[in-house]
């Protein structure tokens, strides 16, 4: 349960968020928006461990889908510097080229060398400003 207190689902929304709240509020609003998340994400695995066995497997495989959907939407919704997209951009391009690899590592492999390219990025460009 304290894991969707610590998510990337709730820092994403905060990032967008928690300027617009008054600092001496923002302690209430993380809780408030935190539990928030737990109660939905209790309700729909109750709902969805009653559901599983009656569902048919494209629609069980377009359930599994609202995860990494939503992780890659609210991410590039927030991505508001370059290197923020060239890190999402690249991570997306070279997760198949990672994949190819069959190590099981594919998702670190393709974030690590994406949020290190990114981070050259942001570096160059900071170094010529």
Known sequence: ???????????????????????????????????????????????GYFLAANLTQTLGAAI?????????FSTARNSREVADVVALTLGVLLYPVAAKMNSGLDILVSGLVAGTIAY???????VRA
Do not use: D, K, Y
């Not at 709730?10 to 737990?38: K, S, Y």
């Open 1 to 47: 349960m304290r894991a969707h207190l610590t998510a990337v689902t709730l820092w994403v929304e905060c990032h967008r968020f928690l300027p617009q709240v008054p600092r001496e509020r923002r302690i209430a609003f993380v809780n408030g928006l935190g539990f928030g998340l737990v109660s939905v994400c209790l309700t729909a695995n109750t709902v």
């Open 64 to 72: 599994l889908m609202l995860t990494p959907l939503s992780f890659l």
């Open 120 to 126: 050259g990025v942001h570096w160059w460009r900071e």
